[in-house]
């Protein structure tokens, strides 16, 4: 059996969106929603399913695309533990005749703690700089429950096809 909210179950105000599903079946209830604007490029999205085995998931994403920034935070609750990512950009570039110029960075970081124990979290930071050419550097880590790495193998640059990273990653395992 399935239930489908109308796609404006009420007049929201100008520039926003809404819908939603319920299903209800043997193997439990499962419940979605969306709600978007176009506000500044704003957008979040909720859902959740709960099964009749005991599993359940609710997620929930934040994002914005405004011109060169975007960014997203997704957060998830299950059964099985919490989990969160977050990632940040920005983008300003242009293409002239025959090149690129401009700049582009990102951070990406993200984490988890399980109900059996186990966690990780990892995190990454690249930049790139564009004239004519490229030259793009990153730098990282992840930790885990029985690992620590430092991802320095990614220090360095690029320029077109030749680059240059001197280090390999640092990892101490415990």
Known sequence: MKFTLPHQPFLPPRGFFANGTIVLANTGLSVSAT??????????????????????????????????????????????????????????????????V????????????????????????TMTAYLGISASASIGFSIDNHNFIIHTGDIGFSVGPFSYHPFSDVSITY
């Open 102 to 125: 401009g700049f582009r960075g990102s951070i990406d970081v993200g984490f988890s703690i399980n109900t059996d124990g186990t966690f990780r979290a990892n995190g990454n930071l």
């Open 35 to 100: 709600l978007e604007t176009s506000v500044m490029g704003f957008q979040m999205t909720v859902s959740g399913a709960v099964n009749s085995n005991g599993s359940f998931s609710f997620k929930q994403s934040f994002g914005i695309n405004s011109g060169p920034v975007h960014s997203n935070l997704t957060l998830t609750l299950a059964n099985t533990g919490f989990s969160s990512d977050f990632n940040f950009g920005v983008d300003v570039t242009t293409n002239a005749p025959g090149f690129t």
